[in-house]
């Protein structure tokens, strides 16, 4: 067991976080924006089980359970709506969905 | 054993690098394997063996292969987003992001050095928390799981005059 | 048995509940069933409680059934209070009665129509406010009523909506009568502010006290209410509605129109006749309203080619009578008329719908005749009915209710010579429009042909009705001949006794009563020579008159006075006022919004990923702001 020191745990998170974000603005094909999507999570679920442990607590760890429930079933939903998406669209790219406009 | 950690986490984010800046989306999956993995490596350093196995078996195994699952199912022809992905592209949500990295690297900066209580955290002790007093959150999950169950095998269906209709003229203006 | 006695104003409404929620799942015959059935067990419920208050009358001979308290404020508690006296179980008996049979009429008159269900839903609607307004005991509760007759009628002359002009004339009854509830509404501001309580009885008992004989107060007061039942009973100057009003299905102006909703301005002054007789004033006022009335919608009757505008104007010159009687203290006389006049009028009006729909929908008589031999039952019926309107003497009812509206005004110190007269013209003017309206839609040559002959239920209460006004008379017959007071003496428990007879006046009684009779029996004989005999004389009085019955049939032109001195001003203002610093004002609002709409809509770009980047963005100012703190 080694004694990490919570910043670069929490470095490392946030650094996860920020690419999961950018892959989300940059990507187009609507998979890799739900895989993005996971980054992001699993990235809050690391922050969470880093603070946990560095307080020898279990809560940080009960959250991160709880972000894996949560994960599964978006990502349960989220794949349903890619299908119905490409059985729209015939494609993957997210900007041919935009007849919602103002 | 720090520099274990150092080396994993470096692993993990060349891993998710690859993931949103490889073309292919089934390359890219793997690459999001690889970092999940090492994140799980992570965790079973610093003392979450429980957490550690949990990332393995239900992000990297179960979750992974639902996204190869579709993949599979919608079989479309190698969609390469080589086109889409121009560097002009990357400036603007580069900068967002480099400067949110930045805020959160400061608050974290900003927070006194504490020394921490280290210690492995045996699984029963998780156990015994969740369906202590964790116990609402615990049924409360469940039943997310089971609307998320109804909402994708609703979201799914094919049939014409379903919750989606086809775009086909006078759809919207 | 007084238990019962908030089901006769609630079955109508749950008829009216069951009919509006479950519109769509009943069938026509259901829906009629429903309707009658809950109309007629009112009635029947309304009978027995007539029977047993004569069986076993309760103290006081008045019985007031606390249902809920329904505004309970802290000085003034307002009970959602049915009472019964002789005056309001006369007035509910009618309404039931004639409602159930005009409902049982209406389930085959109305068959085919689209909207059959919402005919009943609204009719059954219409008779559980009519109950609502009779039976309350304290004023809220009887506006509660008087509104929602007013709404029925509303919805029920627009019933064919679809017809842009039935909506005109719908919106018009409304506004019209609007006046008249305003004016209503005020009295009963001023009556609260003056005597402190809603409560009718206690308004009753109170006035006396605090109001000396003759005060303004009172005076002011009962000219109020008269505006309220003048507008309600459609008696000059707020007659102009009820014409127009004939555009709503004819069952509905047998009911609404004629029989029982334009009575309820008879019934408000019938019942505050407390107030009124403070203020000998104000009853010559209401006497006067009525003479007036009488004579110029009478002269109206008289030139009118749409049957139901004849018998529209009638019912103004009908009401003119009840107000007449009202107005010299006959409040007896009145109600013994609003009894028969429901009767007879009801069922001229159904017999008219019945001639109407015999002769696709023609309404006009000029293009009607001949239709004695071809239609026998309707033909007997009208003539019954009109005879009652004519006031025929001896043998039908109308005319024992005029005649004692007619002694009584004689005899009574509000009356006097000058009113008889003029009711006298009135009753001639009566028997010649009547019989006019006879000779011209069921003798001479026939001119549009007979495509539908009513049915068994329409000719069943047809006959009834018939019957009943023939016969319906005998429960008040003059002094002279019989001396028969059943109404009056019912009635005495409630409301003063009518006019007290002086002894010793046989002869004169005898006199008025011939001459009644004959002006009546030689205006009837008169125009059946006139129409019946082809004599040229009717062409000549027809052109030499031109003038006067196209203004006459205009209804002295009142329509054009109130469009030129009232709607035409109004328009005007409104259209110059369209502009002012005022709407400029709204304007820049509108426009604001319109601007920032548009902006805030351009945002909404229908791209996921932009939607991504404005949250991050705005993620990170907050985090920003955080951190600068």
């Known amino acids: 067991m080694t004694q990490i020191p919570l910043e670069h745990g929490l470095l490392l998170a946030s650094a996860l976080f920020t690419l999961g974000l950018l892959g989300f603005l940059v990507r187009r094909n609507l998979i ?32 991160f359970i709880f972000i894996l429930t949560m994960a599964a079933a978006e990502v349960a939903v989220g794949l349903a709506i890619i299908l119905q998406f490409h059985w729209r669209y015939q494609s993957l790219d997210v900007d041919q969905a935009s007849t919602m406009k103002g | 054993m720090n520099w274990m950690f150092y080396i994993v986490a470096a692993i993990t984010l060349i891993a998710t690098v690859r993931v949103i800046t490889h073309p292919n989306v089934v390359y890219a999956l793997l690459y999001f394997v690889v970092s999940l993995l090492s994140v799980a490596l992570i965790f079973y350093m610093i003392g979450a063996p429980f957490v550690a196995a949990l990332e393995v078996i239900i992000y990297a195994g179960a979750i992974l292969v639902l996204f190869l699952f579709v993949i599979m199912m919608l079989n479309f022809r190698e969609e390469h987003e080589t086109h889409w992905l121009r560097k002009r592209i990357w400036a603007g949500p580069g900068v967002l992001c480099a400067a949110l990295l930045a805020v959160t690297i400061a608050f974290i900066a900003q927070g006194p050095m504490v020394s921490g209580f280290y210690r492995t955290i045996e699984p029963s002790e998780v156990g015994n928390a969740l369906f202590g007093p964790y116990l609402i959150a615990v049924q409360l999950a469940a039943l997310l799981l089971l609307s998320g169950l109804v909402g994708s095998s609703h979201l799914r269906r094919h049939e014409r005059g379903s919750l989606l209709r086809k775009p086909e003229g006078g759809d919207s203006q | 048995m007084y238990d019962l006695l908030w089901l006769i104003p609630a079955l109508p ?29 009112s009635a029947v419920l309304t009978l027995g409680m007539i029977a047993g208050f004569l069986w076993n009358p309760p103290a006081d001979y008045a019985h007031t059934v606390t249902l809920w308290q329904w505004m309970p404020l802290n000085s003034l508690e307002i009970a959602f209070n049915l009472r019964i006296d002789a005056l309001s179980l006369v007035m509910a008996s009618v309404i039931t009665v004639v409602g159930f049979l005009i409902h049982l009429y209406s389930s085959e008159y109305m068959q085919g129509d689209e909207a059959y269900t919402r005919f009943f839903a609204y009719l059954n609607l219409f008779v559980g406010f009519m109950l609502i307004l009779v039976m309350a005991d304290n004023f809220a509760l009887l506006l509660l009523g008087w509104e929602g007759v007013g709404l029925c009628s509303y919805l029920l002359i627009g019933f064919w909506y679809q017809k842009p002009e039935n909506g005109f004339a719908a919106r018009k009854a409304f506004v019209v009568t609007r006046i008249g509830d305003v004016s209503l509404l005020v009295a009963v501001f001023l009556i609260f502010s003056e005597l402190g309580t809603l409560q009718l009885s206690e308004v009753l008992a109170l006035a006396p006290d605090r109001w000396a004989e003759g005060s303004t107060t009172a005076w002011v007061v009962s000219l109020l209410l008269l505006g309220g039942a003048v507008g309600k009973s459609a008696q000059l100057p707020l007659q102009t509605w009820l014409p127009d009003a004939m555009a709503g299905p004819t069952p509905v102006s047998a009911l609404i129109h004629a029989a029982t909703m334009v009575t309820a301005g008879v019934y408000l002054i019938a019942r505050m006749h407390g107030i009124f007789e403070l203020s000998p004033s104000a009853m010559t006022v209401v006497a006067l309203v009525g003479t007036v009335t009488l004579l110029t919608a009478g002269c109206a009757a008289l030139v009118q080619s749409d049957i139901k505008r004849v018998l529209a104007y009638s019912t103004i010159s009908q009401l003119g009578y009840m107000f007449l009687a009202l107005g010299v203290g006959a409040w007896a006389g009145a109600l013994f008329h609003f009894m028969t006049h429901a009767w007879f009028k009801a069922l001229l009006f159904l017999a008219a719908g019945s001639v109407i729909a015999a002769l696709h929908h023609e309404q006009n008589i000029h293009r009607m005749g001949g239709l004695r031999k071809r239609l026998p039952v309707l033909f007997w019926t009208f003539v019954a009915g009109a005879a009652c309107l004519a006031a025929l003497p001896l043998v039908t009812s109308g005319f024992y209710s005029k005649e004692k509206i007619l002694w009584d005004v004689w005899i009574s110190p509000l009356g006097g010579p000058w009113f008889w007269s003029a009711a006298i013209l009135g009753a001639l003017i009566t028997a010649l429009y009547s019989t006019r309206l006879i000779m011209l839609v069921f003798f001479g040559e026939a001119k549009t042909e007979v495509s539908h002959r009513p049915g068994k239920r329409s000719s069943f209460v047809l006959i009834v009705l018939a019957v009943w006004s023939l016969i319906g008379g005998g429960i008040e017959v003059p002094h002279n001949f019989g001396h028969l007071t059943l109404l009056s003496n019912f009635l005495e428990t409630a409301i003063p006794a009518s006019v007290e007879l002086p002894p010793g006046l046989d002869l004169q009684l005898w006199i008025l009563l011939l001459v009644a009779s004959a002006i009546v029996t030689g205006g009837v004989l008169a125009t059946v020579w006139l129409y019946g005999s082809g004599s040229p004389l009717r062409q000549k009085i027809s052109d030499r008159t031109s003038g006067l019955q196209r203004f006459w049939l205009g209804g002295w032109g009142f329509d054009t006075a109130y469009d030129r001195l009232l709607v035409q001003p109004i328009v005007w203002l409104s259209q110059i006022n369209r502009r002012d610093g005022v709407d400029g004002l709204c304007r820049v609002a509108v426009s604001l919004g319109r601007t920032g709409h548009f902006l805030l809509s351009t945002t909404q770009q229908g791209r996921l990923r932009r939607y991504a980047i404005g949250i991050s963005a705005g993620a990170l100012a907050l985090l920003i702001l955080m951190l600068l703190q």
Do not use: Y
Request: charge should be neutral; charged fraction near 5%.
């Open chain 1, 32 to 63: 890799i924006m739900l895989v993005c999507v996971e980054i992001m999570l699993n990235a809050a679920g690391l922050a969470f089980v880093m603070a946990g442990a560095h307080w020898g607590q279990v809560d940080g760890q009960i959250m």
């Open chain 3, 13 to 41: 409404f749950v008829g009216f509940l069951i009919l509006t929620l479950a519109a769509r799942s009943l069938s026509q015959r259901v829906a009629a069933v429903i309707a009658c059935g809950t109309v007629g067990v």
